[in-house]
Antibody, heavy 133, light 108 residues
Framework: EVQLVESGGGLVQTGRSLRLSCTASGFTFGDYAMSWVRQAPGKGLEWVAFIRNKTYGGTTEYAASVKGRFTISRDDSKSIAYLQMNSLKTEDTAVYYC????????????????????????WGKGTTVTVSS | EIVMTQSPAMLSVSPGERATLSCRASQSVSSNLAWYQQKPGQAPRLLIYGASARASGIPARFSGSGSGTDFTLTISSLQSEDFAVYYCQQYHNWPPFSFGQGTRLEIK
């Protein structure tokens, strides 16, 4: 069974740090990009961070709201994705979901050019982060 | 940044009837659009990707259509387990991946 299990959430004071983990099972973790998505209490979904798999460089992308404070990383040998969250703010309070990204690769008009389209096909149950002042 | 707008914010439909949910993008996202279902206390679940392809295990009563800027999720005959919040999300021009604000589907 394909599964993602988040851990590491909790109550933390503003300005402090927290590291979330996402442990994957049931699929070859290294073949997939991964994202973190959060949901503040009573609100909608907000994408937070993304990491490509090693085939595509393992590079990262961030939402403007967390850039410079959060870092996404991965350990393919352990099938774990991480989200290091520093300088936490009260507005970071949310349920944090780990997601697996499936990919569609589309050839471009120019030879050797490709476009990469990722969508979130598997979600974990989430871990709650509460930031208190 | 592409802004996704869903309508209506809330929809009341009787079991067995059809529900039609809309999603509009602020600029073209081609067919790079997904729909997710979220039930209370649960994680979202992928329903539709590529605007119209059903994800694995999703019943045929769920269908997606549209391209460019206007998209529709249709649930042909509502079952009790379908009452939930539905989100659209574009993955055409990113970062950021952007979600709509959600449509809450309620029992009438």
């Amino acid at each position: 069974e394909v599964q993602l299990v988040e851990s590491g959430g909790g109550l933390v004071q503003t300005g402090r740090s927290l590291r979330l983990s996402c442990t994957a099972s049931g699929f070859t973790f290294g073949d997939y990009a991964m994202s973190w998505v959060r949901q503040a209490p009573g609100k909608g979904l907000e994408w937070v961070a993304f990491i490509r798999n090693k085939t595509y460089g393992g590079t990262t992308e961030y939402a403007a709201s967390v850039k410079g404070r959060f870092t996404i990383s991965r350990d393919d040998s352990k099938s774990i994705a991480y989200l290091q969250m520093n300088s936490l703010k009260t507005e970071d309070t949310a349920v944090y979901y780990c997601t697996r990204e499936d990919i569609e690769v589309v050839p471009g008009a120019v030879s050797g050019q490709y476009y990469f389209y990722y969508y979130m096909d598997v979600w974990g149950k989430g871990t709650t982060v509460t930031v208190s002042s | 940044e592409i802004v996704m707008t869903q309508s209506p914010a809330m929809l009341s439909v009787s079991p067995g009837e059809r529900a039609t949910l809309s999603c509009r993008a602020s600029q073209s996202v081609s067919s790079n659009l997904a729909w997710y279902q979220q039930k209370p206390g649960q994680a979202p679940r992928l329903l539709i990707y590529g605007a119209s392809a059903r994800a694995s295990g999703i019943p045929a009563r769920f269908s997606g259509s549209g391209s460019g800027t206007d998209f529709t999720l249709t649930i042909s005959s509502l079952q009790s387990e379908d009452f939930a919040v539905y989100y659209c999300q574009q993955y055409h021009n990113w970062p950021p991946f952007s979600f709509g604000q959600g449509t809450r589907l309620e029992i009438k």
